[in-house]
């Protein structure tokens, strides 16, 4: 079904940030997430934040149900999106500084037959 093809996405992209493996993970974004992080620099960000300063290796994570949206907007400049599933991801990390958990919003959106990854910035 489109929600679980939805949520596979959404777990591809989370199983690639948990292997560090952050080319893989870009590649899952939405154009428009494209747009607003360059490659490489998400790359090297996401490394150094997560890796660098919080100590950690790796974190398992946690998706909700999905849940169907319509007319989504990804921010003030970006058109309705109209085939959109939400759910939240919970990112568990064990670092230095203790034991935490990210909480985030996560859209999957249909793009050019693909599921893809964005995130919410309303």
Same mark, same amino acid.
Do not use: C
């Given at each position: !079904?489109?929600?679980? +093809?939805?949520?596979?996405?959404? %777990? ?6 948990? +292997?560090?493996?952050? %080319?893989? %993970?870009?590649?899952? @974004? ?19 934040? @997560?890796?660098?300063?919080?100590? /950690?290796?790796?974190?398992? @994570?946690?998706? !909700?149900?999905?849940?169907? /949206? ?15 599933? %939400? ?12 034991? @935490?958990?990210?909480? +985030?919003? /996560?859209?999957? /959106? ?7 990854v964005a995130w919410d910035y309303n």
């Amino acid at each position: !079904s489109p929600k679980q +093809q939805a949520k596979k996405a959404v %777990s591809a992209f989370y199983s690639y940030e948990q +292997q560090a493996d952050f %080319s893989n %993970s870009w590649s899952l @974004f939405h154009s428009t997430m494209q747009e607003r992080f360059d490659k490489g620099t998400y790359i090297q960000d996401r490394a150094h934040v @997560f890796m660098g300063h919080f100590g /950690v290796e790796t974190f398992i @994570f946690d998706i !909700s149900k999905p849940t169907k /949206v319509n007319n989504w907007i990804l921010d003030d400049e970006s058109p309705p999106l109209d085939l959109v599933y %939400s759910m939240m991801v919970v990112q568990t990390y064990k670092g230095k500084y203790g034991n @935490f958990n990210i909480v +985030q919003q /996560v859209i999957a /959106v249909k793009e050019d037959g693909q599921w893809k990854v964005a995130w919410d910035y309303n």
